[in-house]
Protein backbone atom coordinates (compact mmCIF):
# COMPACT_ATOMS: atom_id res chain seq x y z
CA UNK A 1 0.00 0.00 0.00
CA UNK A 2 1.14 3.58 -0.90
CA UNK A 3 1.60 6.69 1.23
CA UNK A 4 -1.84 7.79 2.92
CA UNK A 5 -2.78 11.41 3.97
CA UNK A 6 -3.95 12.15 7.49
CA UNK A 7 -7.55 13.15 5.94
CA UNK A 8 -8.66 11.76 2.71
CA UNK A 9 -9.21 13.81 -0.46
CA UNK A 10 -12.95 13.46 -1.25
CA UNK A 11 -13.36 15.73 -3.92
CA UNK A 12 -15.38 13.93 -7.02
CA UNK A 13 -14.80 14.71 -10.91
CA UNK A 14 -17.56 13.33 -12.18
CA UNK A 15 -19.46 13.46 -15.63
CA UNK A 16 -21.61 11.86 -17.82
CA UNK A 17 -22.26 11.21 -21.26
CA UNK A 18 -25.59 10.12 -23.37
CA UNK A 19 -26.52 8.97 -26.81
CA UNK A 20 -29.52 6.87 -27.98
CA UNK A 21 -27.21 4.02 -27.16
CA UNK A 22 -25.77 4.48 -23.84
CA UNK A 23 -26.24 6.60 -20.56
CA UNK A 24 -22.82 6.88 -19.24
CA UNK A 25 -21.75 7.96 -15.63
CA UNK A 26 -18.19 8.40 -14.41
CA UNK A 27 -16.53 9.73 -11.07
CA UNK A 28 -13.12 9.46 -10.00
CA UNK A 29 -11.59 10.34 -6.80
CA UNK A 30 -8.13 10.81 -5.16
CA UNK A 31 -9.05 9.30 -1.48
CA UNK A 32 -6.25 8.59 1.60
CA UNK A 33 -3.62 8.32 -1.38
CA UNK A 34 -1.54 11.74 -1.44
CA UNK A 35 -1.71 11.19 -5.33
CA UNK A 36 -4.18 10.50 -7.78
CA UNK A 37 -2.63 8.14 -10.05
CA UNK A 38 -6.24 6.60 -12.02
CA UNK A 39 -7.13 7.96 -15.39
CA UNK A 40 -10.36 6.39 -17.49
CA UNK A 41 -12.23 6.86 -20.78
CA UNK A 42 -15.50 6.95 -22.25
CA UNK A 43 -15.93 7.41 -26.18
CA UNK A 44 -19.53 6.85 -27.15
CA UNK A 45 -18.57 7.02 -31.03
CA UNK A 46 -14.30 6.45 -31.96
CA UNK A 47 -13.61 8.96 -34.01
CA UNK A 48 -12.46 6.51 -36.92
CA UNK A 49 -15.31 4.14 -36.65
CA UNK A 50 -18.61 5.95 -35.42
CA UNK A 51 -20.41 2.15 -34.94
CA UNK A 52 -17.90 1.66 -32.03
CA UNK A 53 -18.11 2.79 -28.07
CA UNK A 54 -14.98 2.45 -25.83
CA UNK A 55 -14.66 2.53 -22.03
CA UNK A 56 -11.56 2.05 -20.56
CA UNK A 57 -10.37 2.54 -16.60
CA UNK A 58 -6.65 2.71 -15.86
CA UNK A 59 -5.15 2.46 -12.66
CA UNK A 60 -1.88 3.52 -12.17
CA UNK A 61 0.92 3.35 -10.29
CA UNK A 62 4.68 4.32 -9.36
CA UNK A 63 2.96 7.87 -10.60
CA UNK A 64 0.01 9.02 -13.22
CA UNK A 65 2.18 8.91 -16.12
CA UNK A 66 1.55 5.80 -17.86
CA UNK A 67 -1.99 5.81 -16.80
CA UNK A 68 -3.10 9.39 -18.07
CA UNK A 69 -1.04 8.10 -21.73
CA UNK A 70 -2.65 5.26 -21.80
CA UNK A 71 -6.40 7.14 -21.39
CA UNK A 72 -5.65 9.36 -24.15
CA UNK A 73 -4.05 7.05 -26.61
CA UNK A 74 -4.31 3.10 -26.18
CA UNK A 75 -7.70 3.33 -28.17
CA UNK A 76 -6.12 4.87 -31.14
CA UNK A 77 -3.67 1.97 -31.04
CA UNK A 78 -6.81 -0.86 -31.26
CA UNK A 79 -8.54 0.96 -34.17
CA UNK A 80 -5.30 1.15 -36.61
CA UNK A 81 -4.64 -2.45 -36.29
CA UNK A 82 -5.28 -4.55 -39.37
CA UNK A 83 -7.57 -6.91 -37.47
CA UNK A 84 -9.62 -4.52 -36.71
CA UNK A 85 -9.90 -3.22 -39.98
CA UNK A 86 -10.63 -7.02 -41.18
CA UNK A 87 -13.20 -7.60 -38.10
CA UNK A 88 -10.89 -9.77 -35.97
CA UNK A 89 -11.37 -7.24 -32.88
CA UNK A 90 -9.52 -9.63 -29.89
CA UNK A 91 -7.10 -10.26 -31.72
CA UNK A 92 -6.91 -6.17 -32.34
CA UNK A 93 -6.86 -5.58 -28.76
CA UNK A 94 -4.24 -8.08 -28.02
CA UNK A 95 -2.03 -6.48 -30.67
CA UNK A 96 -3.11 -3.33 -29.73
CA UNK A 97 -1.57 -3.66 -26.49
CA UNK A 98 1.72 -5.11 -27.42
CA UNK A 99 2.46 -2.42 -29.46
CA UNK A 100 0.97 0.37 -27.37
CA UNK A 101 3.01 -0.55 -24.80
CA UNK A 102 6.35 -1.07 -26.88
CA UNK A 103 5.80 2.34 -28.60
CA UNK A 104 6.34 3.36 -24.59
CA UNK A 105 9.49 1.88 -24.57
CA UNK A 106 10.78 3.04 -27.53
CA UNK A 107 9.46 6.82 -26.49
CA UNK A 108 12.17 8.52 -24.89
CA UNK A 109 10.08 10.61 -22.20
CA UNK A 110 8.18 7.55 -21.51
CA UNK A 111 10.85 4.31 -21.25
CA UNK A 112 13.09 4.96 -18.07
CA UNK A 113 9.35 5.39 -16.68
CA UNK A 114 9.53 3.10 -13.41
CA UNK A 115 5.25 3.54 -13.69
CA UNK A 116 2.57 1.31 -14.54
CA UNK A 117 -0.77 1.30 -15.06
CA UNK A 118 -3.71 -1.71 -14.98
CA UNK A 119 -5.97 -1.61 -17.80
CA UNK A 120 -9.39 -2.75 -18.17
CA UNK A 121 -11.00 -1.32 -21.84
CA UNK A 122 -14.29 -2.81 -22.98
CA UNK A 123 -14.91 -2.03 -27.01
CA UNK A 124 -18.46 -2.58 -28.26
CA UNK A 125 -19.48 -3.00 -32.05
CA UNK A 126 -22.84 -3.94 -33.79
CA UNK A 127 -23.71 -5.37 -29.84
CA UNK A 128 -20.48 -7.42 -30.02
CA UNK A 129 -18.72 -6.98 -26.89
CA UNK A 130 -15.35 -7.51 -26.53
CA UNK A 131 -13.32 -6.80 -22.63
CA UNK A 132 -9.83 -6.61 -22.95
CA UNK A 133 -7.97 -6.73 -19.60
CA UNK A 134 -4.21 -6.56 -17.79
CA UNK A 135 -3.87 -6.13 -13.96
CA UNK A 136 -6.59 -6.08 -11.00
CA UNK A 137 -8.96 -3.26 -12.47
CA UNK A 138 -11.79 -4.88 -13.28
CA UNK A 139 -15.52 -4.87 -15.41
CA UNK A 140 -18.92 -6.78 -14.87
CA UNK A 141 -22.03 -6.55 -16.72
CA UNK A 142 -25.75 -6.88 -15.13
CA UNK A 143 -27.40 -9.18 -17.41
CA UNK A 144 -31.12 -9.44 -16.56
CA UNK A 145 -30.55 -8.85 -13.12
CA UNK A 146 -27.49 -11.40 -13.02
CA UNK A 147 -23.82 -10.44 -12.52
CA UNK A 148 -21.62 -11.78 -15.46
CA UNK A 149 -17.78 -10.65 -15.13
CA UNK A 150 -16.32 -9.67 -18.26
CA UNK A 151 -12.62 -10.08 -16.49
CA UNK A 152 -10.31 -12.14 -14.10
CA UNK A 153 -7.78 -10.77 -12.17
CA UNK A 154 -3.66 -11.10 -13.25
CA UNK A 155 -2.07 -11.34 -9.77
CA UNK A 156 1.43 -12.66 -9.27
CA UNK A 157 0.40 -16.17 -7.27
CA UNK A 158 -2.14 -17.33 -9.95
CA UNK A 159 -0.39 -20.39 -11.26
CA UNK A 160 -0.20 -19.51 -14.99
CA UNK A 161 1.57 -16.17 -14.12
CA UNK A 162 3.74 -17.65 -11.40
CA UNK A 163 5.28 -19.97 -13.49
CA UNK A 164 5.89 -17.42 -16.13
CA UNK A 165 7.68 -14.83 -13.70
CA UNK A 166 9.93 -17.59 -12.69
CA UNK A 167 11.12 -18.73 -16.83
CA UNK A 168 11.36 -15.43 -17.04
CA UNK A 169 14.21 -15.22 -14.33
CA UNK A 170 11.34 -13.59 -11.60
CA UNK A 171 10.33 -14.66 -8.33
CA UNK A 172 6.76 -14.37 -6.56
CA UNK A 173 7.31 -12.54 -2.63
CA UNK A 174 4.37 -11.52 -0.75
CA UNK A 175 2.33 -12.13 -3.76
CA UNK A 176 4.49 -9.30 -5.68
CA UNK A 177 6.83 -9.99 -8.65
CA UNK A 178 10.31 -10.05 -7.12
CA UNK A 179 8.45 -8.68 -3.60
CA UNK A 180 8.35 -5.78 -5.63
CA UNK A 181 4.99 -5.28 -7.64
CA UNK A 182 1.38 -6.90 -7.06
CA UNK A 183 0.55 -7.22 -10.80
CA UNK A 184 1.38 -9.52 -13.68
CA UNK A 185 0.84 -7.93 -16.46
CA UNK A 186 0.46 -4.69 -16.98
CA UNK A 187 1.52 -1.66 -19.51
CA UNK A 188 4.42 -0.08 -19.03
CA UNK A 189 6.71 -1.12 -15.67
CA UNK A 190 9.08 -1.71 -17.89
CA UNK A 191 11.99 -2.76 -15.04
CA UNK A 192 10.02 -6.19 -15.21
CA UNK A 193 10.24 -6.57 -18.69
CA UNK A 194 14.27 -6.06 -19.99
CA UNK A 195 14.94 -10.12 -20.58
CA UNK A 196 16.49 -9.53 -23.99
CA UNK A 197 16.12 -13.64 -24.70
CA UNK A 198 12.55 -13.93 -24.58
CA UNK A 199 9.48 -12.17 -26.04
CA UNK A 200 7.32 -9.19 -25.06
CA UNK A 201 4.47 -11.51 -24.01
CA UNK A 202 7.01 -14.25 -22.06
CA UNK A 203 8.15 -11.31 -20.05
CA UNK A 204 7.69 -11.54 -15.74
CA UNK A 205 5.37 -9.11 -16.32
CA UNK A 206 3.55 -8.71 -19.75
CA UNK A 207 1.28 -6.10 -21.74
CA UNK A 208 -0.70 -9.26 -23.65
CA UNK A 209 -4.73 -8.54 -21.98
CA UNK A 210 -7.33 -11.68 -21.74
CA UNK A 211 -10.25 -10.96 -23.95
CA UNK A 212 -13.74 -11.49 -23.24
CA UNK A 213 -16.53 -11.75 -26.07
CA UNK A 214 -19.88 -11.35 -25.58
CA UNK A 215 -23.29 -10.23 -27.30
CA UNK A 216 -25.38 -7.53 -26.37
CA UNK A 217 -29.13 -8.10 -26.29
CA UNK A 218 -32.06 -6.70 -24.50
CA UNK A 219 -31.38 -7.93 -21.52
CA UNK A 220 -28.29 -6.15 -20.86
CA UNK A 221 -29.20 -3.75 -18.08
CA UNK A 222 -25.37 -2.03 -17.96
CA UNK A 223 -21.87 -2.25 -17.08
CA UNK A 224 -19.69 -1.44 -14.33
CA UNK A 225 -15.62 -0.71 -15.17
CA UNK A 226 -13.77 0.13 -11.79
CA UNK A 227 -10.21 0.46 -10.20
CA UNK A 228 -9.41 -1.96 -7.24
CA UNK A 229 -10.20 0.72 -4.93
CA UNK A 230 -13.78 -0.90 -5.58
CA UNK A 231 -13.21 -4.56 -5.84
CA UNK A 232 -10.60 -4.52 -2.59
CA UNK A 233 -13.81 -3.80 -0.70
CA UNK A 234 -17.19 -5.53 -2.76
CA UNK A 235 -17.60 -8.57 -4.68
CA UNK A 236 -18.67 -8.30 -7.93
CA UNK A 237 -22.64 -9.49 -7.01
CA UNK A 238 -22.21 -6.47 -4.74
CA UNK A 239 -21.60 -4.17 -6.74
CA UNK A 240 -23.97 -4.88 -8.85
CA UNK A 241 -26.91 -5.05 -6.44
CA UNK A 242 -25.46 -2.03 -5.22
CA UNK A 243 -25.79 -0.30 -8.53
CA UNK A 244 -29.37 -1.93 -9.05
CA UNK A 245 -31.25 -0.61 -6.15
CA UNK A 246 -30.06 2.98 -6.92
CA UNK A 247 -30.95 2.46 -10.44
CA UNK A 248 -34.48 1.44 -9.41
CA UNK A 249 -34.75 4.39 -7.20
CA UNK A 250 -34.21 6.48 -10.36
CA UNK A 251 -30.87 7.91 -9.90
CA UNK A 252 -28.49 9.00 -12.60
CA UNK A 253 -25.58 6.65 -13.16
CA UNK A 254 -22.94 9.46 -12.24
CA UNK A 255 -24.58 9.37 -8.54
CA UNK A 256 -24.12 5.75 -8.01
CA UNK A 257 -20.57 6.40 -9.20
CA UNK A 258 -20.28 9.01 -6.63
CA UNK A 259 -22.44 6.55 -3.47
CA UNK A 260 -20.44 3.57 -4.27
CA UNK A 261 -17.12 5.27 -4.04
CA UNK A 262 -18.26 6.62 -0.93
CA UNK A 263 -19.67 3.74 0.26
CA UNK A 264 -16.27 2.14 -0.39
CA UNK A 265 -14.03 4.66 1.41
CA UNK A 266 -12.22 3.76 4.69
CA UNK A 267 -13.17 5.65 7.99
CA UNK A 268 -9.44 5.51 8.10
CA UNK A 269 -6.21 4.37 7.05
CA UNK A 270 -4.65 3.83 10.24
CA UNK A 271 -3.03 0.06 8.41
CA UNK A 272 -3.25 1.24 5.35
CA UNK A 273 -5.88 -1.66 4.51
CA UNK A 274 -9.35 -1.67 2.59
CA UNK A 275 -11.16 1.62 1.15
CA UNK A 276 -7.71 3.75 1.42
CA UNK A 277 -6.68 3.32 -2.48
CA UNK A 278 -7.33 6.24 -5.68
CA UNK A 279 -11.13 5.26 -6.53
CA UNK A 280 -12.54 5.49 -10.16
CA UNK A 281 -16.12 4.24 -11.64
CA UNK A 282 -17.81 3.91 -14.57
CA UNK A 283 -21.28 2.93 -15.09
CA UNK A 284 -22.73 2.31 -18.89
CA UNK A 285 -25.98 1.86 -19.09
CA UNK A 286 -27.55 0.35 -21.60
CA UNK A 287 -30.75 2.17 -23.32
CA UNK A 288 -31.41 -0.07 -26.28
CA UNK A 289 -32.56 2.92 -27.65
CA UNK A 290 -35.72 3.75 -24.74
CA UNK A 291 -35.60 6.88 -22.35
CA UNK A 292 -33.60 6.17 -19.16
CA UNK A 293 -36.12 6.08 -16.97
CA UNK A 294 -37.56 2.69 -18.69
CA UNK A 295 -34.44 0.82 -17.92
CA UNK A 296 -35.08 2.12 -14.26
CA UNK A 297 -38.54 1.22 -14.44
CA UNK A 298 -37.52 -2.34 -15.82
CA UNK A 299 -35.36 -2.49 -12.93
CA UNK A 300 -37.04 -1.74 -10.22
CA UNK A 301 -39.68 -4.02 -11.67
CA UNK A 302 -37.59 -6.77 -11.27
CA UNK A 303 -36.37 -6.26 -7.69
CA UNK A 304 -38.45 -8.37 -4.60
CA UNK A 305 -41.05 -6.19 -3.05
CA UNK A 306 -40.04 -4.72 0.30
CA UNK A 307 -42.64 -4.71 3.58
CA UNK A 308 -43.97 -1.37 4.34
CA UNK A 309 -42.90 -0.20 7.48
CA UNK A 310 -45.91 0.90 10.10
CA UNK A 311 -45.06 4.27 12.11
CA UNK A 312 -45.38 4.49 15.27
CA UNK A 313 -46.99 7.35 17.15
CA UNK A 314 -43.52 8.69 17.98
CA UNK A 315 -42.42 8.49 14.33
CA UNK A 316 -40.27 5.18 14.91
CA UNK A 317 -40.64 2.47 12.65
CA UNK A 318 -42.22 -0.52 14.75
CA UNK A 319 -41.72 -3.24 12.30
CA UNK A 320 -41.44 -3.68 8.30
CA UNK A 321 -37.93 -3.70 6.47
CA UNK A 322 -37.19 -0.16 6.42
CA UNK A 323 -34.51 0.11 3.75
CA UNK A 324 -32.96 -3.24 5.02
CA UNK A 325 -30.77 -4.05 2.05
CA UNK A 326 -29.02 -0.49 2.29
CA UNK A 327 -28.03 -0.83 5.40
CA UNK A 328 -27.55 -4.25 5.54
CA UNK A 329 -24.94 -3.22 2.85
CA UNK A 330 -23.61 -0.45 4.58
CA UNK A 331 -23.11 -2.63 7.79
CA UNK A 332 -20.99 -5.22 5.84
CA UNK A 333 -19.06 -2.53 4.03
CA UNK A 334 -18.02 -0.84 7.36
CA UNK A 335 -17.41 -4.11 9.22
CA UNK A 336 -15.32 -4.98 5.90
CA UNK A 337 -13.23 -2.16 7.00
CA UNK A 338 -13.05 -3.21 10.25
CA UNK A 339 -11.63 -5.93 9.91
CA UNK A 340 -9.03 -5.94 7.57
CA UNK A 341 -7.87 -2.77 9.85
CA UNK A 342 -7.25 -5.84 12.79
CA UNK A 343 -5.46 -7.82 10.76
CA UNK A 344 -2.16 -8.01 10.21
CA UNK A 345 -0.50 -6.73 7.99
CA UNK A 346 2.37 -8.85 6.09
CA UNK A 347 5.81 -7.78 6.08
CA UNK A 348 6.15 -5.08 3.73
CA UNK A 349 8.57 -4.94 0.75
CA UNK A 350 11.68 -2.46 -0.30
CA UNK A 351 9.37 -1.16 -2.83
CA UNK A 352 5.86 -0.41 -2.72
CA UNK A 353 4.68 -0.25 -6.65
CA UNK A 354 0.58 -0.58 -6.16
Known amino acids: MGQTLSEPVTAKETSVVQNTVYKVGSSCMQGWRVTMEDAHTHILALPDDQSAAYFAVYDGHGGPKVA ?166 LTNEEAVQFVRRRLAMGQEPETVCEELMTSCLAPDCQMGGLGCDNMTVILVCFLHGKPFAELCSKISDSLAPTVPPTVGINGDYEDGDHNSEEDDEDESITNRHQEDSEEDSPPSPEIDLK
Open 68 to 233: QHAGNHLHKYLLQRKEYQDGDFANAMKQGFLEFDNAMLKDEQMRDELAGTTAVTVLIKDNKLYCGNVGDSRAVACVKGECEPLSSDHKPNNPDESARITRAGGWVEYNRVNGNLALSRALGDFVFKRNTSMKAEEQMVIALPDVEHRNVNEDWEFILLACDGIWDV
